[in-house]
């Protein structure tokens, strides 16, 4: 409910109260020099809420000093190693498969993945698997054009790399989206050597990525990466179809239309498929890792997770049952049934029981033998 309210020439104010604590809300009308504050760093009405004094210390009370400490442990850029703000999207040198003088890599090196020895350290473990697994994100794209830049004018259905090769690539207009700009392009299928039912065909789906040469360059110097943002089923059946695709960096963007182009997809691989993965790698340089005495460490110990063993009463009767005994609220680390009649095999109960107890459980095995029951 409002109370009390002023109007000044520079500001309006009035109270807002409720069942909590009343607040002020001051909303400027002309700030002027009077406005000033004395400071002179910011004018005084930019406090557009005014809580009581009480309020601010029930704010202050409340505020999770946690999300102050994250924010401040965490490197900045300049600290953070290349790999963690390296572009999710590759970058044409990558396609390419070219160093920083332009010269063509005959052997791209990926670090080894342990699997007996224990890492170094947690930065080190999600370098070296964000590394694989952009090496292995980026490969059928890379091999697609390599393919291309040696056979110019190669047929799809001669591909080793399987290539899909579009001829005749134009942009023809751009569309403006909450996800960026998209560049919608026509292109021709004269080198598929078939015709596509894009209905049940997974070409150029949403989220593949694609490089663009020019006719005469085939990839020699020129490769622009770019991811398909949209492939609506009306535009593949215009002729020539037509789809929408994000450029990789902005400074890429070609608004040429009497530009022509060609343009590569690999169809050996689904970059989408990696690319969240790949974030989620880059983020968890600046995040706990619970696990990593067990992950990267690969200790060998392991207990029960600190939640269970604060509270270890559970609620098994769902699970157990037995005359004359009650199993809702059993000892789940000290007083496990060990005979009591369960739906559950011998083998589902185990894997329950190390589950519930333990703070890492791999449960594994063939269909049919009872993991979601």
């Known amino acids: 409910m409002l109370s009390n309210f002023t109007r000044t020439p520079s500001y309006i104010a009035w109270d807002i109260v409720s069942d909590g604590p009343p607040w002020r809300v001051i909303v400027p009308t002309s700030p002027s020099e009077g406005d000033i504050s004395p400071t002179g760093l ?28 994250y924010v401040l442990s965490n490197p900045i ?29 005959d052997e791209i090196e990926v670090p080894v993945n342990r699997v007996q020895e224990p890492w170094e350290s947690k930065g080190f473990y999600l370098e070296s698997h964000y590394k694989l697994l952009r090496e292995d994100a980026v490969t059928p794209l890379r091999d697609a054009v390599a393919e291309v830049r ?13 290539a899909a090769v579009y001829v005749k690539v134009f942009i023809v ?25 894009w209905q049940q065909s997974k070409r150029l789906t949403s989220g593949t990525i694609v490089a663009l040469s020019t006719p005469q360059d085939h990839f020699q110097s020129i490769c622009i990466v770019a991811v398909v943002a949209a492939r609506a089923l009306a535009g593949l059946e215009l002729d020539p179809p037509e789809i929408d695709i994000f450029f990789a960096s902005p400074d890429e963007i070609e608004i040429d239309p009497q530009q022509e182009w060609i343009m590569v997809e690999s169809r050996n691989g689904f970059f989408e498929s ?20 067990h992950i990267v460490g690969l200790s060998k110990e392991i207990n029960a997770p600190e939640y269970l063993v604060q ?7 769902h699970i157990f049952r037995s005359e004359g005994k ?22 589902q109960l185990d894997a329950l029981r190390r589950i519930l107890t333990k703070r890492v459980a791999i449960v594994q095995g063939p269909p049919g033998t009872g993991k979601t029951l």
């Open 150 to 162: 040696l056979r110019p004018y190669l047929i799809e259905k001669n591909s080793v790399e399987n």
């Open 274 to 293: 990696h690319r969240h993965t790949l974030k989620a790698l880059q983020k968890m340089s600046k995040e706990s890792f619970p696990l990593s005495d």
């Open 42 to 69: 910011e004018p005084s009405w930019m406090n557009t809420l005014e809580p009581p004094p009480r309020q601010s210390a029930l704010l202050r009370n409340n505020l999770n000093v946690r999300v102050r400490e």
């Open 326 to 347: 009650d199993f809702r609220n059993v000892d789940v680390l000290q007083e496990w049934p060990e005979d009591a009649e369960s739906d559950l095999d011998v083998f």
């Open 77 to 105: 850029d300049g600290d953070s190693p290349s790999w963690v703000s390296k572009r999710e999207i590759p970058s044409s040198e990558e396609i390419r498969g070219v160093d920083d003088n332009s010269r063509v890599e």
């Open 173 to 197: 207009g751009f569309t403006f989206a909450n996800s960026g700009i998209a560049a919608r392009i026509s292109f021709s299928l004269e080198r598929v050597g078939k015709k596509i039912i």
């Open 311 to 317: 509270q270890p009463h559970k609620d098994l009767s």
